[in-house]
């Protein structure tokens, strides 16, 4: 029955979670014509999205605006729809605590609702990212505990009664290119009907499938291709560090090592790791394998060299400053990008915030420009506000730091205006005029 309503598309399909994944999850889901309903514990999210607008630049106002007005997205802070939806794609956080352990209480919370209006061949999935076991050990026995068959009293089965899958989301919010539906997707059930059903409703809305043999394996994928990144990242900001040494230049290495057209594949330097994902996800794996007695070393040390990376950065600010006779004390800097990647406006672990926090020992004084980010609250106490990038803000400046490379800006201009440039990500490299001023990493 279920397999009816999902393949004509009668199904109510669900949303836990409507952020970065999950709202372009809900609009890919709708689009292809199922009724959604979207759920979030956040009353403001809520609110502005029952308008028509969005918080995540991937759905766009004149995209989500009609799907609202027409009904055929849903949104609500009330978990009680749960029990008219068929399907539950679940999209909450899953940080790291302090200690950096697997912070699961959103997916707890989350989960504790859906087993609680859990029914007869619904299936859920998880596209939280996680560690291997985590669908099964956790998800798994609270979905069991609380189901309640209508008919008879043997207890739930998973497979038959309901399903349960992990799917991990692999999109790059701003990658225009590849985005929810041309994205291949890894699905791992945890039995064959779990997979071929949750397999049923993913090709409906997303054009090629993955299965794999569990959601064990499902969410190992996604921390390999995670740990993947930021292993190659820490690499490479290590060869960085070393070609500085030796006065190399990094970039040109890169560029000409990336012209090999097999076994190499190019990663590029920068002020450190951002994002929810790369800097987060890899210590998934390593706390689970831990329990396994074995100690993820490429990890910790890719964790290790990019977390050095902003305090390089200062460095390189206080030695720039240094050679124009300037102390970094005092002194006025112009942050350029405080997002953590280019053309976006999060700044979820962005190095920028970690960069920020080291001027500020030093004791100079910054104003930053981020097209992307209107304001920026540092540690919860001051909130600065981004300035318009005019001329004289940049004259201004004894130094700009560049630490997102973002396109809308011109950087020969900027460059032809600065007294000095201090380039994290190489975003001056077509810049003709001006060069002495640059001092790049
Ligand atoms: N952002 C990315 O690029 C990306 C990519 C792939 C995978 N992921 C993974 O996807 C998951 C979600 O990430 P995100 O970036 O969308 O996070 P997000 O913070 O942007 O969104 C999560 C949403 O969940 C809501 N929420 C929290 N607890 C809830 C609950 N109990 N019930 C309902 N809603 C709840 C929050 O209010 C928020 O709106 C994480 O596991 C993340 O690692 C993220």
């Not at 007695?293 to 890719?302: D, G, Q, T």
């Not at 280019?342 to 001027?359: F, M, N, Q, T």
Request: hydrophobic residues 40%.
């Amino acid at each position: 029955m279920i397999l009816k309503k999902i393949e004509n598309r009668s199904a109510h399909a669900g949303v836990i979670g409507l952020g970065y994944v999950g709202l372009p999850l809900m609009v890919a889901i709708a689009s292809a014509g199922f009724r959604v309903t979207g759920i979030d514990i956040c009353p403001h999210k809520i609110a502005q999205l029952k308008r028509g607008i969005s918080h995540v630049p991937d759905v766009t106002n004149a995209v989500l605006g009609p799907l609202i007005a027409s009904g055929q997205i849903q949104v609500t802070t009330d978990y009680a729809v749960l029990h008219e939806l068929d399907t539950v794609n679940i999209c909450v956080p899953t940080p790291l605590r302090e200690n950096r352990t697997p912070d699961m209480q959103f997916i707890t919370a989350a989960v504790e609702q859906v087993a609680h209006h859990l029914h007869t061949e619904q299936l859920i999935v998880l596209e939280s990212t996680t560690y291997p076991g985590a669908t099964q050990e956790i998800v798994l026995p609270l979905l069991k505990a609380h189901f309640r068959r209508t008919e008879g009293a043997r207890p739930a089965q998973v497979g038959r009664d309901f399903y349960l899958a992990f799917s991990p989301e692999r999109i790059e919010p701003g990658n225009s290119t590849y985005f929810v539906t041309n994205t291949p997707k890894i699905i791992g059930g945890v039995t064959p009907q779990c997979t071929h059903v949750a397999k049923t409703f993913y090709e409906q809305f997303i054009n090629k499938t993955h299965t794999v043999s569990s959601p064990r394996t499902a969410e190992m994928v996604k921390l390999l291709e995670n740990t993947f990144r930021s292993v190659n990242i820490g690499l490479i900001n290590e060869i960085a560090l070393i070609c500085d040494r030796m006065d190399l230049d990094v970039w040109e290495v890169i560029d000409a090592a990336a012209t090999k057209p097999f076994g190499f594949m190019p990663f590029y330097p920068g002020p450190g790791l951002g994002g929810h994902c790369i800097p987060i996800d890899p210590h998934y794996l390593s706390w689970k394998a831990r329990m396994y007695e074995y100690h993820a070393r490429f990890i910790e040390l890719a964790s290790e060299i990019n977390n050095e990376m902003p305090k390089y950065v200062v460095d390189k600010i206080v030695h720039a400053l240094d050679l124009q006779r300037k102390s970094v004390e005092g002194t006025q800097l112009l942050i350029l990008g405080v997002a953590y990647k280019k053309d976006v406006g999060d700044i979820r672990e962005s190095p920028a915030l970690e960069v920020i926090r080291l001027i500020l020992d030093k004791k100079a004084k910054f104003l930053y420009h981020d097209p992307y980010v209107e304001t920026l609250s540092l540690d919860k106490q001051k909130t600065y506000r981004s300035e318009p990038l005019t001329p004289a803000l940049v004259q201004n400046a004894d130094c700009v730091v560049i630490l997102t490379d973002h396109s809308a800006i011109n950087y020969q201009w900027l460059v032809e205006h600065a007294q000095l440039v201090v380039d994290t990500r190489n975003a001056t490299h077509t810049v003709q005029h001006g060069r002495e001023k640059i001092v790049r990493i």
